[in-house]
């Protein structure tokens, strides 16, 4: 396999970034839709009775709160990273960076880290002023049903886990899709399988266990790992370039 040259990599992700920036879609994207799913899951939180002592079914509540919580990381960077492609490709931007020496695996590279840095940021920025107000403002014995080692794993652990899945899948359906919107959407769809299982936790269908939630990261990591090679793969430039 060619070597990967870091250089030309941040290359992409900074020109990446500076048209993100510019797109008003994109910078909308990053900074609304976070809110709205994070804003649901706080009001329920600090509106949740006091107890005594956390029960399951307070415990229920709090797992199915935080599930959208870990919906920031899944959609948006797939509603983003969906852009990354045939966005250029409408634009005409595509065009000329595809006739650079950048490879495939470094161009993709580059894109995917323009997506997920700042996801990343975002999620743990809201991440920690929701467990903040929590902490502070929450009802008696809910702080407790919060941050239980489970659900503080799931958002520490598994919030890069699913980004980088989702960054892949926007990648690999803006790839070989016409339409932005339609990319989009097949990409906010097909980001959801992590957040599923992370469900399936939640209510007890599988187990809460670490031994558990250790295979989940680790075959997220692998599907993340082998994702940027896969798509690199498919990425063909050719038909990029004569729209085929």
């Known amino acids: 396999m060619k070597k990967i040259d870091m250089a030309r990599v941040r290359a992409v992700a900074r020109k990446e970034s500076r048209d993100f920036r510019r797109n008003r879609f994109v910078v909308v994207t990053m900074a609304l839709s976070p809110l709205i799913f994070v804003s649901w899951a706080l ?14 079914a307070l415990n229920s509540q709090v797992g199915m709160s935080v599930l959208f919580m870990l919906l920031v990381p899944a959609v948006v960077p797939a509603v983003v990273s969906a852009y990354s492609v045939v966005g ?10 595809l006739t650079t020496p950048v490879s495939n695996e470094e161009l993709l590279l580059g894109k995917a880290l323009a997506t997920l840095v700042p996801t990343l940021v975002i999620s743990y920025a809201i991440f920690g002023v929701v467990l903040g107000c929590v902490a502070l403002f929450a009802h ?26 989702s960054v892949w899948v926007g990648i690999a359906v803006s790839a070989r899709s016409r339409d932005v919107r339609v990319a989009q959407q097949l990409a906010t769809f097909a980001s959801l399988p992590p957040v ?5 936790m939640a ?21 993340d790992t082998r994702g940027w090679r896969a798509v690199s793969a498919m990425f063909d430039r050719e038909r990029l370039v004569t729209r085929s």
């Open 43 to 56: 009001i329920s939180i600090l509106l949740m009775p006091g107890t005594d002592q956390p029960t399951a």
């Open 88 to 97: 250029e490709r409408e634009q005409g931007t595509l065009e000329p960076i």
């Open 140 to 165: 008696p014995g809910v702080p407790s049903a919060v941050f239980r080692a489970p659900l503080m794993f799931a958002l520490a652990f598994f919030t890069p886990l699913i980004a980088g899945w």
């Open 203 to 223: 209510f007890g269908v599988l187990p809460q266990d670490l031994f558990v939630a250790l295979g989940v990261a680790a075959v997220l990591l692998v599907a």
């Open 196 to 200: 599923a299982v992370a469900a399936l």
